[in-house]
Every structure is written in C-alpha cells, then in structure tokens.
C-alpha cells in the first residue's frame, strides 16, 4: 500500500533554506492520478497548506508562500522535495507530505517531520 | 481565497453522547471537502470524503452531511477512541487545500 515518509534537517537557522524530501514506497511516484503536496502544522494546531507537484512536473502553491516555495519531484527516485527559503520563527512547524487525487482530499499521509528554526 | 470556518473550536462530551461539528465555507464548494480526525503526536486521518461518504475501515458511527457552503460531521455515539481534534478540508480544483480550525472533543 502507498506510504509516504518526510525526511531533513530538524533545525533550520532563520534566513537560511528549509529543505526537506519526502519518499514514496509502495507505489510510483509517475503514476498520473496521483499528486504530491506537502501542509504543515504550527505549535498552536493550525494547518496550512504549502503546495503540491505532480510527476510531470506541474506544481501549485499557497499564494501567501508562493515567493518562497520550491516543490520539486525526482522520478528515478521515487521522492519529492521542498525547500522554503528565508525562513524565519514563524515557520516552525511539522511538516507534512501527503497524496491525494485530483478529486478527493488527501488519504495517505507521512508521520511528519519536526523542523525548529532557531539560531 | 475560500475561508472554512469550523466551531465549535472545543467541546466536552460524555461516553455514549451525540457529537455534531460544522463547517462553513465562505462560498459554494459543492461537496469537495473531507474530515479528519487527529490525535496527539499522528498525521490527520481521513474519516469522511465528498462530504458524506465514508472511508473504508472507519467506524458507522461516523457520518458526514451538507453541499454548498454548510457541512457537518455527527458521532453518533462517542467512545473513548473518539476523543480527538477534528478539521475539516476543502479542496478545489486547482489542488489547493484549506482547512477549518479544528474542533478539539475532550471529555466531559
């Protein structure tokens, strides 16, 4: 069964580059039904979503991040990645790939990964 | 943007009681949105797709209703596994995702 799982550095200084990378097992990343998105969860609970790709390369992004925001997807490895640059306190978060088809919300999730920014 | 706004934001029930929790989407969304239940330190799990169908393996006690702007997600009969946080999730077209605020069920 699909499984996605987020990976990446912990603790981010802030200005500097957030990049994380999610894996895909269980099915192909190439698979044309299927995007990519990765949403994360502040320390207050709120979840926000970042922005997604598909195999082709097409991505979407959150209007309020879009400047900062680069999802990228590697086919000959079966992952996808973020990088959100100049970051700051604020996007201290769990971050969060996810899967879902263009027709219904997000089914599978990764456990989501932790990342602190903080000097 | 399309705002969800989700309440109650908490409530305390007991064992056995009904639970219902709403959505309101600034605008028509027809039914493209979807529920999910959270708990402490796990990924949202997805109970409720196309506001009113049920995902495979969650329990009946669960349903969702509503299209257009107002949505809502019943328990019919609480158990203690229920007690959670839940979100609601419109997605559109364009693959963007917006979520409600979350409703926290704690017990009473």
């Known amino acids: ?119 | 943007d399309i705002q969800m706004t989700q309440s109650p934001s908490s409530l305390s029930a007991s064992v056995g009681d009904r639970v219902t929790i709403t959505c309101r989407a600034s605008q028509d969304i027809k039914n493209d949105l979807g529920w999910y239940q959270q708990k402490p330190g796990k990924a949202p799990k997805r109970l409720i797709y196309a506001a009113s169908s049920l995902q495979n393996g969650v329990p009946s006690r669960f349903s969702g209703s509503g299209s257009g702007t107002e949505f809502t997600l019943t328990i019919s009969s609480l158990q203690p596994e229920d007690f959670a946080t839940y979100y609601c999730l419109h997605h559109n077209s364009d693959l963007a995702l917006t979520f409600g605020g979350g409703t926290k069920v704690e017990i009473k």
């Open chain 1, 1 to 119: 069964q699909l499984q996605v799982q987020e990976s990446g550095p912990g603790l981010v200084k802030p200005s500097e580059t957030l990049s994380l990378t999610c894996t895909v097992s269980g099915g192909s990343i190439s698979s044309r039904s299927y995007y990519w998105g990765w949403i994360r969860q502040f320390p207050g609970k709120g979840l926000e979503w970042i922005g997604t790709t598909h195999y082709s390369g097409s991505t979407y992004y959150n209007s309020s991040l879009k400047s900062r925001v680069t999802i990228s997807v590697d086919t000959s490895k079966n992952k996808f990645s973020l990088k959100l640059k100049s970051v700051t306190a604020a996007d201290t978060a769990v971050y969060y790939c996810a899967s879902y088809v263009k027709w219904d919300p997000p089914y599978v999730w990764g456990q989501g990964t932790v990342v602190t920014v903080s000097s």
